[in-house]
């Protein structure tokens, strides 16, 4: 199985169109009715969402601008009020949902919990209580390093119910990287538990907070709140730990929610760019709460019984508006799990659609190629049929693959829908819509509604079907973000002026490769940048460097992406040694665990190669078009006569 490649991609030219019946039942029913959709919102986006935020969301004030922006800073519903977690919770408990469960979650070792609209207000209030308890206001910031249990999207809606901004970091990130994140953001309290199942093990959390915050290692952190899951032996700090169980339980379940204005800060989410340092992305209420809650209505097609799971993780974006705000806005069913495939069950996926008869399933490429990997006779023995509904996320799917999730996994009923988006865009983008578009494997579709997605060069100049450009959007979207965490100008620089803005118009660059056929579909290529996607994870390269070159043994590294069939991209590093270093295995190993502990499992080098010298440009630039060549075993595609030594090459060469 390969990725996709430009000519694989451009041979694809099978056509799904959308299954009558399901059209039939739809919210968008038809191409008609979504080209309508589109033309009335390019027509006029302010009016488009506008619309759609009064007859959607509950407001305790009306706005008084739609929009107002000012390149490259956007404000949407501008004096509007409202709460995120009215519209996730409270205004549901007033109908018939107020008994329908909200989450159903099931944990690895088999144990479940299913918390009813009613129950999850209940606690939502309780654990607000609690944090404000514990010194926290409007617009403190939280860090929130979880396991996938359900008191993970409780603590990001009890934070949200009283205006503190939720940072919530990847349980698979160290200590060193949660605490970078803590500090950026100047959290005040940590919510934490003692571990999570994963794998069959254990994995602790606690003792990576603990570490963080050693020797006043993040000064703004007062308290941390401790879930109690794997019950592991943990150490509690007096005065500053305190356990979940013995506060959230004991605490009133009265807390209105906070009055927030429409742009006042929902969440901070950190993630990888180009330089070393990861970009706290900022999201505000408002835009997030209608954007996200309208691509999960439209693209995923929810109906009221529907059981409808993302199998991501809430320390992404994926998790937050997919799996907490979107679903829960829309008075959605949403199921968490905890665990991943693993040797003692590689069909634990399958066992939970059966056991919940899931009808919407939501993953990633990477995934899905594990899946076929582990062999079609893991979904074959389970009922699978409560399905309608299939999408993926994070990275390029390749067609093979897709086809495989189609058949095996949708029984060849199910449209997939192939969501391109990020962390900054904070919902779908480009997407389909099951009930109107006909879908092609490997593609994307069409932007949604009120998207002005192009495909440009670097000047900013548009560019003809089928031939590979830039990705950017046109006009500004509701869920946006609205900046860097504390830097705006890395914000105008990353997104607004890598392609200079023509008349005055500024385009929002995505940092994307991609090309668009004669019907208007999008395929994306992947990033531009010096970011890689390792099992639809973004990781920057800059950050592995910094990592690695932080060891004392390392004189200078430089890492590129490898292709790989499951991963989809693989970290690779060429590593130059001090002199009072010579090269080892053992040296090897400890410096791929080096960079477990500086960032994180997810960005273990899949190959570290030693070599004497990196080749460099006269000027002294690394030039990683060779690296990626030489990574991939292929030959240096291009002309080397700009670097600076011609035999550093020959030596990597021999190295491979
Ligand atoms: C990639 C994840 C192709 C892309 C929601 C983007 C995709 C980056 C797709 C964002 C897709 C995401 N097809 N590529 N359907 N979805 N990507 O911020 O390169 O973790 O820029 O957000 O993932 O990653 P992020």
């Known amino acids: 199985m390969s990725q996709p490649t430009i000519e694989s991609i451009l041979q694809e030219q099978r056509l799904f169109p959308p299954p009558a019946d399901l059209a039939a039942q739809a919210e968008i029913k038809s191409a008609e009715e979504y080209e309508q959709l589109y033309a009335k919102a390019e027509a006029d986006p302010q009016a488009f969402w506008a619309e759609l935020a009064e007859k959607e969301l509950d407001w305790f004030e009306k706005w008084d601008t ?147 915050l050693a020797d006043n290692g993040v000064p703004s952190v007062n308290n941390v709140l401790v879930v109690q899951r794997t019950k592991a032996d943990v150490t509690m700090a007096s005065n500053r730990d305190h356990w979940w169980h013995e506060l959230v339980p004991a605490a009133s379940a009265d807390c209105p929610p906070e009055p927030m204005d429409s742009e006042d800060m929902l969440f901070i989410l950190y993630t990888s760019g180009t330089t070393g340092r990861p970009k706290g992305v900022v999201h505000t209420t408002g835009g997030y709460n209608l954007y996200t809650h309208m691509t999960c209505k439209w693209a995923f097609d929810l109906k009221d019984n529907d059981v409808y799971w993302c199998t991501a993780d809430v320390g992404w974006i994926t998790g937050h508006s997919y799996i907490v705000y979107g679903p829960l806005s829309n008075g959605a069913t949403s ?61 390029p799917i390749n067609p093979e693959a897709w086809i495989w999730y189609q058949q095996v996994i949708g029984g060849g009923k199910c449209p997939i829908i192939d969501t391109w988006w990020q962390t900054e865009t904070g919902g779908f983008m480009i997407t389909p819509l099951p009930g109107a578009t006909s879908t092609k494997p490997g593609s994307a579709t069409r932007p949604f509604p009120g ?54 118009k500024y385009v929002y660059f995505a940092g994307d490769g991609v090309r668009r056929d004669e019907d208007g579909y999008f395929w994306i290529m992947g990033r531009v940048d010096d970011v890689i996607n390792v099992s639809g994870h973004r990781l920057g390269t800059m950050e592995i460097e910094s990592a690695l070159v932080s060891h004392p043994a390392v004189a200078e590294a430089a890492v590129v992406g490898r292709p790989d069939d499951l991963k989809g991209e693989d970290v690779f590093a060429f590593v130059t040694l001090e002199n009072t270093h010579p090269p080892s295995d053992e040296l090897n190993s400890e410096l791929k665990q080096h960079v477990v502990n500086e960032i994180g499992v997810i960005a273990r080098p899949g190959e570290i190669r030693f070599a004497d010298a990196l080749p460099k440009t006269r000027s002294g630039k690394i030039i990683r078009r060779f690296l990626r060549n030489l990574a991939s075993g292929e030959d240096i595609a291009g002309d080397a006569s700009t670097m600076e030594d011609q035999s550093v090459l020959d030596k990597l060469r021999q190295g491979s």
Not at 82 to 93: A, E, G, S, V
Not at 344 to 349: A, E, K, V, Y
Not at 354 to 382: C, M, S, W
């Open 451 to 504: 998207i002005l997605a192009d495909v440009v060069d670097l000047d900013g100049n548009p560019v003809a079907d089928n031939e590979g450009g830039y990705l950017v959007v046109r006009h500004p979207w509701p869920s946006m973000m609205r900046t860097v965490y504390g830097d705006d100008d890395r914000f105008r620089r990353t997104y607004w002026e890598h392609i200079p803005p023509k008349d005055g």
């Open 335 to 395: 199921l968490m799990y905890e665990g991943a495939p693993r040797p003692s069950n590689p069909g634990c996926f399958w066992d939970v659609v059966e056991k919940y008869g899931v009808n919407i399933f939501y993953t990633a490429p990477t995934a899905i190629r594990a899946f076929i990997k582990l062999g079609d006779q893991h979904p074959q023995a389970r009922n699978l049929s409560s399905l309608r509904i299939l999408g993926t996320v994070g990275e």
């Open 66 to 212: 739609v929009l107002d922006w000012q390149p490259p800073f956007a404000k949407w519903f501008v004096g509007g009020k409202l709460n995120i977690t009215y519209n996730c919770l409270d205004r549901h408990l007033k109908t018939w949902r107020r008994n329908k469960a909200a989450l159903i979650w099931e944990g690895e070792p088999g144990d479940s919990r299913t918390l009813t609209y009613a129950q999850l207000h209940r606690e939502v209030c309780q654990t607000a209580n609690v944090l404000k308890q514990l010194g926290v206001g409007k617009g403190d910031r939280v860090g929130i390093y979880m396991p996938m249990v359900p008191e993970a999207a409780i603590a990001m809606l009890a934070c949200a119910r009283i205006g503190a901004p939720h940072t919530v970091v990847f349980g698979g990130f160290s200590a060193e990287a949660l605490k970078d994140r803590l500090n950026d953001a100047e959290a005040k309290l940590v919510i934490t538990a003692d571990g999570g199942f994963r794998k069959d093990k254990a994995v602790p959390l606690k003792t990576a907070v603990d570490k963080a």
